[in-house]
């Protein structure tokens, strides 16, 4: 199928998704901010820029949104249009992904991945984050 949007149009599309401060991420950082945690955020030091660390503890939480990780859920389908380039996209996404949190690990972190699709059951997040983190 191919793309139904000029080159010009998509590009604009594409560069109005946030990569920092989205909705997924600002939901998780208000629950851990509620529950009595304090963090740092996108540490530039750290690989992948996790997007909250807690260096005291060396946990790290990432939170993805399911169509650009991949994700195998009802969100993380594919378009139906350039197949090839979004299959190779979130494979590319997919493999940095893995490497980063190898590095993290192999530097003693412990890492958490929250995905978009998860955030629509804050009490099950909550028992996961306080299992994750301790207690704040």
């Known amino acids: 199928m191919v793309d139904t949007r000029t080159k010009e149009q998509r590009s604009r599309i594409m560069k109005s ?3 920092r401060d ?3 991420e600002l939901l998780v950082r208000r629950l851990l901010h509620r529950l009595g945690y304090r963090y ?13 660390v807690f260096p005291g ?5 990432f939170i993805h949104g399911c169509f650009w990780h991949g994700h ?4 993380g ?9 979004w299959t190779a996209k979130i494979k590319a ?28 059951h804050l009490d099950e ?8 983190l301790g207690p704040p």
């Open 17 to 19: 998704v946030s990569t």
């Open 77 to 85: 389908k594919l378009p139906k249009s350039r197949t090839e380039y």
């Open 57 to 61: 503890r060396k946990r790290v939480i």
């Open 93 to 120: 996404n997919q493999d940095r992904d893995t490497k980063v949190i190898g590095l993290l690990e192999k530097d003693g972190w412990k890492t958490l991945t929250v995905w978009q699709c998860e955030l629509k």
């Open 40 to 52: 740092r955020l996108h540490r530039k030091d750290l690989p992948g820029r996790p997007d909250i």
């Open 125 to 132: 997040i909550e028992r996961v984050l306080r299992g994750f």
């Open 22 to 24: 989205t909705g997924p």
């Open 72 to 75: 195998e859920c009802s969100k």
